[in-house]
């Protein structure tokens, strides 16, 4: 089982800890496919959609925010389905439902991992073997840092995060200089239709917030940092998924756009910074999924030592194998990796 106290290994997390396991949620794979695909129905005003995005993410993230500073739990929003449904049926069938959620998300961000390494160290190449080579053997090395520690999980997002987000930031600023305000002027409102679904849209590029209720057991002040951690995370989402939309706007042409719809956001960073700019964009996705994985795999896990510890499980499945992993943990995995292969 999992807790704050013991060796160094399982410190309290800190505030950019937890900060960190959000961004990395939200800012996955799903933005470098979203971004272009919300264009095509927003043009020059996706960012509005974005931003409007943002605020419905906000104070979805304030509500679980308060929840997981009241009632800090590594069950995050299973934890939420009981204290409001009770510990029943329909309770326990919502949790399997979203364990079930996560685990199908990261088979398929594991694959978009398989898909982004071939092609960069593959180039040319979509041999369905080497895929799920590269998917299998990133859930397989996330898997083992969930394993050692909650800090290892926490200290390796920061990481992952840190670059993920320089890399991204480079395209922005590089985007900043040549930016042509007449490609992101706003001629006409877009129809109400295509706003509403363009925000269903970019809502789920900031879906992975609520992975951070997970955490809340595992920082010193859960009061204190939960609203923080929330607040922080989706503010600097939102910023960021505002500037891209402005920076793909004025350097994609609307033509490029229809065409590579699924990877606008590398097809803007070529005339921006070359093939060398393409290149850092696919490493950014790589980092950006492997991240994606790393947090949900951290849910996923909170969320089997949580429901263990209800007894909602079988007692083997909560049953210790090494370190912070559990019988539960690597059948599930196994699950997963199943799922990727399928």
Not at 141 to 161: P, Q
Request: hydrophobic share 55%.
């Amino acid at each position: 089982m999992m807790n704050t106290e013991g060796n160094n290994g399982n410190k309290p997390l800190g505030l950019w800890n937890v900060v960190s396991i959000g961004i990395g949620a939200m800012v996955g794979a799903g933005i470098f496919a979203l971004l272009g695909q919300a264009a095509l129905l927003m043009e020059a005003s996706t960012w509005v959609a974005f931003a409007f995005g943002g605020i419905v993410a906000m104070f979805s993230g304030y509500a679980y925010a308060r929840l997981g500073a009241s009632y800090p739990s590594n069950g995050g929003i299973i934890d939420f389905f009981r204290r409001g449904l009770g510990n029943g049926v329909f309770s326990l069938a919502l949790s399997l439902l979203y364990l079930l959620t996560l685990a199908v998300s990261i088979a398929m961000v594991a694959r978009a991992f398989g898909a982004y390494a071939v092609q960069f160290l593959h180039e040319g190449s979509q041999e369905e073997h080497l895929i799920l080579l590269y998917a299998l053997g990133i859930i397989a090395v996330m898997t083992l840092f969930n394993s050692l520690s909650n800090h290892a999980v926490g200290r390796l997002e920061v990481i992952l995060v840190g670059i993920k987000m320089m890399i991204l930031l480079l395209l922005i600023i590089a985007g900043v200089w040549s930016l042509q305000p007449a490609h992101i002027s706003v001629s006409a409102p877009p129809s109400s239709g295509a706003f509403f679904s363009c925000i269903g849209i970019t809502f789920l590029a900031y879906a992975g917030f609520g992975m951070m209720a997970n955490a809340a057991d595992k920082v010193k002040d859960p009061q204190v940092i939960m609203p923080r951690a929330f607040l922080v995370a989706i503010g600097v989402t939102t910023l960021l998924y505002i500037s891209l939309a402005l920076v793909l706007l004025s350097d994609v042409s609307a033509l490029e756009l229809e065409k590579y719809a699924d990877t606008a956001v590398a097809q803007a960073a070529s005339p921006l910074l070359g093939h060398v700019g393409y290149v850092i964009v696919v490493i950014g996705a790589l980092l950006a999924t492997a991240s994606a994985i790393n947090a949900n795999l951290f849910a996923v896990f909170n969320i089997m030592d949580n429901m263990g510890s209800e007894r909602e499980l079988p007692k083997l499945m909560n049953k210790s194998l090494w370190r912070q992993s559990t019988w539960g943990n690597i059948i599930v995995v196994v699950l997963i990796m199943l799922m990727t292969a399928a």
